[in-house]
């Protein structure tokens, strides 16, 4: 099932240009044992598990991603205004896009 949770940090990761392994989560309404097991507390997507470390919750995800891959095509400028801007058109898409997609 589509998330737009999900398709966030995908995206992330492909501008970053890295390779990674998708899995579906069936049923979002009843987690698999998996998902539970990688994210006990919410239970839900998305979650990123790298290096057999879960990291869950899309936002920090992406902070993640951009932490750990930081040499490669970098999200967040250097100066504060950069930054902000970026903050706000990620939040901008986070409460546009749902609403597009529905």
């Known amino acids: 099932m589509m998330s737009v949770f999900g398709i966030r940090y995908r995206l992330a990761l492909a501008v970053k240009g890295i390779e990674y392994e998708y899995k579906e989560e069936a049923d979002l309404f009843n987690p698999s044992p998996l998902l539970v097991q990688l994210n006990p ?26 932490e750990t891959w930081n040499n490669k095509a970098p999200f967040f400028l250097s100066d504060p205004h950069g930054r902000a801007q970026t ?16």
């Open 41 to 66: 507390v919410l239970k839900r997507i998305p979650v990123l598990v790298h290096n057999g470390k879960p990291v869950c919750k899309s936002p920090i995800i992406i902070e993640y991603i951009e």
């Open 87 to 102: 903050r706000f058109w990620a939040d901008y898409i986070d409460k546009t896009v749902p609403m597009l997609m529905f």
